[in-house]
């Protein structure tokens, strides 16, 4: 059974920061990547960052660069995704997916197969 699992959401004042973490397992792809995305309110689910199953790729989104760092623990079987600098804009529920991709680029929503069931996180100003 795939799953994958978000943790680490919540609320965090403007300039703070955040870790999210996503426990992974039964991924059916030998080479696959996983990937962050978000959701906020009314808006469309869009790509934030994403890290290959052997660590050597990484991607960032613009919105990202700079202030977001993508990792994994493959002993744990887990990938963070370490914000800060956070902003209000950042406000949304994030979420991991699995793609059967051999590195990362800039993947969309729907070429990730299968989802965590998100974790709301929310920026105040």
Wanted: net charge negative; hydrophobic share 30%; charged share 20%.
């Amino acid at each position: 059974e795939v799953q994958l699992v978000e943790s680490g959401g919540g609320l965090v004042q403007a300039g703070g920061s955040l870790k999210l973490a996503c426990v992974v397992s039964g991924i059916p792809f030998d080479n696959y990547v996983i990937g962050w995305l978000r959701q906020a309110p009314g808006k469309e689910r869009e790509g934030v960052s994403c890290i290959s199953s052997d660590g050597g790729s990484r991607y960032y989104e613009d919105s990202a660069k700079g202030r977001f760092t993508i990792s994994s623990d493959d002993a744990k079987n887990t990938v963070y995704l370490q914000m800060s600098s956070v902003k209000p804009e950042d406000t949304a529920v994030y979420y991991c997916a699995a793609a059967p991709f051999y590195y990362c680029a800039g993947h969309g929503p729907s070429d990730y197969h299968h989802w965590g069931q998100g974790t709301q996180v929310t920026v105040s100003s």
